[in-house]
């Protein structure tokens, strides 16, 4: 066994604000950008200061410490309600967690705000979606095959020969047909069972711009069958 598998793999006791908590180092160094991740990596051993042997003290709050150490031991961070203060054993505010958070370095802000962001951009994607199906049903609305050209640019939204716009902004609207243009091919080609949809990225008079072309069919079983025609 190697010199850095012998360290990974010792077990380590952490005595927070008098509460003792046993890991090991491999559980900790798992997470190189907090605190204990960069305090017990290979290139720091010179400068840890145990006491009896592998034992480490911090002056913290030892009850919010117990949501840090499920922290580095799942990943994910837990944070208590005020149900949960009335339950547990570790009774704490969330507000006393999120300062030790903040102290060994865990930014559960950050990671809030990241996916707060990508639920925004989901929520941008879903109802850009929402406004190419309603703009294919109304070009539906004229002819039984319709052979659609739409064109997202930086600066606008072209559908054969007319200007539309996205409610939020045809900017927003560009760069997530660039990075969805095949998602949203394949989702629109299921909506409209039957149908030809294509998409790809393009470049020309100097702007990129995304084009889907379609070719879009009635359900003509689905007319006849609730029509009056008699085809026998």
Not at 56 to 79: C, I, P, Q
Not at 89 to 97: G, H, L, P, S
Not at 127 to 140: D, P, R, T
Not at 193 to 204: C, R, V
């Amino acid at each position: 066994m190697s010199e850095n598998t012998d360290i990974n793999s010792e077990i380590v006791i952490l005595d927070v604000g008098g509460i003792k908590y046993k890991t090991f180092r491999s559980t900790l160094t798992a997470h190189p950008d907090t605190l204990l991740g960069t305090m017990f990596s290979d290139r720091n051993q010179q400068l840890l200061k145990p006491i009896n042997g592998n034992e480490y003290f911090f002056d913290r709050n030892g009850r919010a410490f117990h949501y840090v150490m499920e922290y580095y031991r799942t990943g994910k961070l837990s944070l208590p309600s005020q149900l949960d203060n009335k339950t547990t054993e570790f009774w704490v505010t969330r507000e006393e967690v999120e300062k030790e958070l903040d102290y060994f370095l865990i930014n559960n802000k950050f990671e809030q705000q990241y996916k707060e962001v990508q639920l925004t951009i989901a929520e941008h994607l879903r109802k850009l979606v929402a406004f190419l199906e309603q703009l294919l049903l109304n070009e539906m609305r004229s002819m039984v095959t319709v052979n659609i050209l739409c064109k997202v640019y930086n600066s606008k939204i072209k559908i054969q020969n007319r200007i539309e716009y996205f409610s939020y902004g045809s900017e927003t609207a560009f760069h997530l047909t660039k990075e969805f243009h095949p998602e949203i091919s394949r989702h629109l080609k299921h909506k409209f069972s039957g149908s030809t949809i294509t998409s790809q990225l393009k470049f020309d008079n100097s702007e990129y711009h995304v084009d889907f072309e379609m070719t879009l069919k009635y359900d003509k079983e689905f007319i006849l069958g609730h029509s009056n025609l008699k085809v026998d």
